[in-house]
């Protein structure tokens, strides 16, 4: 059965109110972009009201297309949630609980994780990533063995923006000899090659965005390309031509960080034009969001959410969303419910009429019937995000409108309608005792066959792990 037109069929009997548009044509296999933020917050672009960062080219897709107002990632910082989003598990189930060492990293996430790339490499797409990988940096978990034909990009977490003050960095450790180089300032590469950069990082990465979207549209072939931009994570570098746009913003951090999201902003400004100017707009799905919340030492706005980056209150990991898809998704429509960054693989599966194994352990669903249907996709589950620390863990688990919380190692669990309530102030524990225990026994059953951690960012967290008999989810579930 050609899964692909029976799905065009579906939008084909749909009522013109819904999400998708009553006259949904007959489709190939779509053209699959996924656009990632790193640490953008959520009021940080103009579809989700922010009034002092402009960003023309986010908001022009999400007219056109559907945002989402309850998009969560699987985890409050940038390694475990892009292990997520790769693998459509949860991070703690694969030992991915944490960022990636530092430096001198020989680990990644486990190869016996079939990555969504790959999924859709074995399903005749050209695959690409561009950006910040973050997933690895070991040969065996470079993204040409992880499913991706092309990677241009930088394997660790971070980088700084200017060349001038990477490349001149680079040279002079490579003089002393040194071998364990700061990732910030490594060169960029190209399948595994060093490449010189001489512009703005985030402008190198729209760029080799673009040429992508370019060499695909020879290939005959659908394509994936995953555009992973830093940007507008810290060191806070924008260009000057970029802050000026933002003359009524007076705090220099936030005026920084303006900028930053704005070159992002120019840059899918600028691979939409590709798409268009290849004749490829029209059958390709783009998916815009963050890994995570903002982090607001460094200039980001989540509100009215509360906390930001590395919290499991909602501003650590609900993040802006739009889906774009011209004559399959209704312009100007919303969705309201509770989706996750784990429904992309299922999803991005179904789109391209992969058979997935019958054991998959995938965590999240394809969103299509439900986006199609207007219902929630996850009625009656849970949503979980749980960080730990070096002597506990906070944990989050969210049913339906309710959503359970605990941060801190002394602290109690609390209880929010976070649908009435999003920027979970008012505690309800006492209210209904009975609903709290049961979320909270819940996710202590999710949390059984969690995996050890693989790795921890820094020597002191695994340490700590030890040395406090971690994950001391006994002390995490305590409801008495």
């Not at 969001?289 to 982090?295: E, L, R, T, V």
């Not at 906070?394 to 209880?415: C, F, I, T, Y």
Request: with cysteine; net charge negative.
């Amino acid at each position: 059965m050609n899964v692909l037109r029976t799905l065009a069929a579906t939008l084909l009997s749909l009522a013109a109110g819904g999400a998708f548009a009553a006259t949904a044509e007959k489709i190939d296999k779509p053209n699959i972009v996924v656009i990632l933020a790193d640490d953008l917050g959520y009021a940080d672009v103009g579809f989700n009201g922010s009034k002092d960062i402009v960003t023309p080219n986010l908001d022009k897709l999400a007219n056109e297309g559907m945002t989402f107002s309850e998009a969560y990632t699987a985890h409050p910082f940038c390694g475990p949630s892009r292990a997520a989003l790769m693998t459509g598990r949860y991070p703690h189930k694969i030992g991915s609980q944490f960022n990636l060492p530092v430096r001198g990293s020989f680990v990644g996430v486990p190869t016996e994780e079939k990555f969504v790339s790959k999924m859709l490499q074995e399903n005749g797409y050209f695959t690409g990533a561009v950006g910040k990988w973050h997933l690895g940096e070991a040969p065996e978990y470079h993204p040409n063995r992880r499913g991706f034909d092309e990677f241009y990009g930088f394997l660790g977490g971070g980088h700084n923006y200017f060349p001038e003050q990477f490349n001149k960095f680079y040279a002079k450790q490579k003089a002393q000899g040194l071998t364990n180089i700061d990732p910030y300032a490594r060169p960029l590469e190209h399948n595994g090659k060093e490449v010189e950069v001489n512009e703005y990082i985030t402008d190198a990465l729209s760029r080799e965005g673009v040429a992508f979207v370019q060499k695909a549209a020879g290939t005959g072939k659908p394509f994936f390309l995953y555009l992973a931009y830093n940007a507008p994570h810290s060191p806070l570098q924008a260009k000057q031509e970029d802050m000026a746009k933002f003359p009524n913003i007076e705090n220099k951090d936030r005026k920084t960080y303006a900028g930053m999201v704005y070159a992002m902003d120019r840059g899918i400004g600028e691979l939409v034009e590709a798409l268009k100017s290849t004749g490829q707009l029209d059958n390709t799905l783009i998916v815009f969001f963050s890994d995570n919340g903002g982090d607001k030492r460094y200039g980001a706005n989540n509100d009215p959410l509360r906390a930001g980056k590395g919290s499991v209150f909602e501003g650590g990991f609900r993040t802006p969303m739009v889906m774009h898809w011209p004559k399959q998704i209704n312009a100007r429509s919303r969705f309201d419910h509770p989706v996750k960054a784990l429904d992309l693989f299922p999803t991005f599966a179904s789109l391209a009429g992969a058979e997935l194994e019958p054991d998959n352990k995938l965590d999240g669903k394809n969103l299509l019937p439900f986006l199609q249907s207007g219902e929630p996709p996850h009625k009656d589950e849970l949503i979980f995000a749980l960080r730990h620390r070096g002597s506990y863990s906070d944990a989050s688990v969210r049913r339906n409108q309710w959503k359970a919380v605990k941060v801190g190692e002394h602290s109690s669990w609390k209880l929010f309608d976070i649908e009435r309530d999003k920027e979970e102030k008012h505690d309800l524990a006492e209210e209904y005792p009975l609903m709290l225990r049961d979320m909270v026994r819940e996710m202590e059953v999710w949390s059984w066959d969690n995996a050890q951690p693989g790795w921890f960012h820094i020597h002191k967290e695994g340490v700590l792990w030890r040395q406090n008999g971690m994950p001391r989810f006994d002390k995490t579930f305590a409801t008495d």
